[in-house]
Structures are given as C-alpha cells and as structure tokens.
C-alpha cells in the first residue's frame, strides 16, 4: 500500500513554544489529508480535512488559530501547535487520500506530543 | 450523524483460540463505507479491509474474516488461531459516499483493546 510518512514520532517541548508535525505522501498524490487526535485508550477524533491549496476544515470545537493547518503541496501537509499547552499533549495521526473514490485512507505512524 | 459503537471494550483470549470482535454502526446514508484498522503498540494504524453498503458478501483473508449484515447494521471482525502478534487495538470505521471522491471522513468506533495471551 502508499506510504505517509509522519515527523518527528515524538516530540517534547516546553509550555508556550510551538511544534509543527509534517505528513508526507511518498508515492502518491494527496488531495486530502485528514489531521486526528487519540488522548490515551480513546478512539481518533477528526480534527480538520485539508485539500491541498485551500484552507482546512475544522471540526466542531477545533480552535483553527491553535492548530494550523498548512496543505501546501499535494505530498505535504502540516500541522502546528501554537502555543502549547499540557493539555495538548495527545498523540496526533494524520492520513491521507488520492481522489479516488473511497479507497482506504493511508495513515502515518502518528506523532507523541507532550508539552512540559 | 454516524456512529459507531464497539462494545466490547478490551477482550483477552488464550492463543490460537478464535476470537470475534463486534462493531455496530449508525448511519442514515444508503451508499456507505465500512473499514477496520489495527493500531498496535507502536501507534500506526493498518489498514485491514474495506467493504462498501452494497457488498454483503462476507470476506476471509487468512486468518482474518468479516461478516457483514446490513439487516443489524453490523461488521464483525474475527480472528481464528489467534496468534500474540494479533494483540493490538482495533477500530471499526465507517465512512460516507461524497460525489467529491477522495473528502469522505472517517468516524471511528471506540476501539477493543485485544490481547492474546501465550
């Protein structure tokens, strides 16, 4: 199956300071790109849906100013933390998708963030 | 609005015994897409099988099989001769059919959290 590839695996970093985590189709082109969080032992929530060259779409009680999101390629799509706070702290996943109809989202290996 | 419901919240069993995990799903959409993914200790989520609405047939790939029914809207997952490299969370997803292909979103159950014993 395609590839996403997702940086850094894990990332510490101090109260206040911003963290980006970048997701990378390697082999195909990803229109779309879905951005999730999973808090421990609970299931993914969608955070927002990027397509490439427009602006996201958040979820319902999704601060867009906190998490900035950034589709500027059709191999590459962002996710920044600004401001971090502990309660941010959360493993972030993000899949991607070819236009194609429904054929199954590609998941990278997901990112553990957690904020001192 | 979609839901899907795993009950079954963490399930232990001896290995090579089988096992069935269950999924319950909620959607008003006659056209529909229904997948399970296995996320392991590690934390990537694997893709294992996608069935859409019109497809009841049900599906074995090795030790894996699905049995779909529409009648009772469910999608259940199981595993025989069930093995430690089985042990892993896993989610039953369902997705909608959009005519912009590609922006169906995901609504994930809640997860089991299996674990074969030696």
């Known amino acids: 199956g395609a590839v996403v590839s997702q940086h850094p695996s894990w990332v510490i970093c101090k109260s206040g300071t911003s963290v980006k985590i970048e997701c990378r189709s390697l082999?195909?082109?990803?229109?779309?790109m879905f951005w999730y969080r999973q808090f421990p032992k609970q299931s993914l929530m969608l955070m927002a849906t990027?397509?490439?060259?427009?602006?996201?779409?958040?979820e319902q009680g999704v601060e867009k100013d906190k998490f900035l999101i950034n589709h500027a390629s059709l191999t590459l799509s962002t996710l920044t933390v600004t401001s971090a706070h502990p309660e941010d702290s959360s493993f972030y996943i993000c899949?991607?998708?070819?236009?194609?109809?429904?054929?199954?989202?590609?998941f990278g290996q997901g990112t553990r963030l957690t904020v001192v | 609005a979609q839901k899907v419901t795993q009950a079954q919240t963490e399930i232990s069993v001896v290995e090579k015994e089988d096992v069935t995990l269950d999924c319950v799903y909620e959607?008003?959409?006659?056209?529909?897409?229904l997948f399970w993914y296995k996320q392991p200790p590690s934390g990537e989520l694997v893709f294992l099988i996608r069935?859409?609405?019109?497809?009841?047939q049900n599906e074995i790939s090795g030790r894996y099989s699905w049995n779909f029914q529409k009648s009772t809207s469910s999608f259940n997952f199981t595993i025989t001769a069930s093995q430690v490299v089985d042990s892993a969370v896993y989610f039953c997803?369902?997705?909608?059919?959009?005519?912009?292909?590609?922006?169906?979103?995901?609504?994930f159950g809640t997860g089991t959290r299996l674990t074969i014993i030696p």
């Open positions: 899949s991607a998708r070819t236009g194609q109809m429904n054929t199954e989202a590609f």
């Open positions: 082999d195909f082109q990803a229109t779309t």
């Open positions: 990027s397509n490439e060259g427009s602006k996201a779409t958040y």
């Open positions: 959607t008003r959409d006659t056209t529909y897409y």
């Open positions: 069935r859409n609405s019109f497809d009841e």
């Open positions: 997803a369902l997705s909608e059919a959009l005519s912009n292909f590609g922006n169906e979103k995901l609504t």
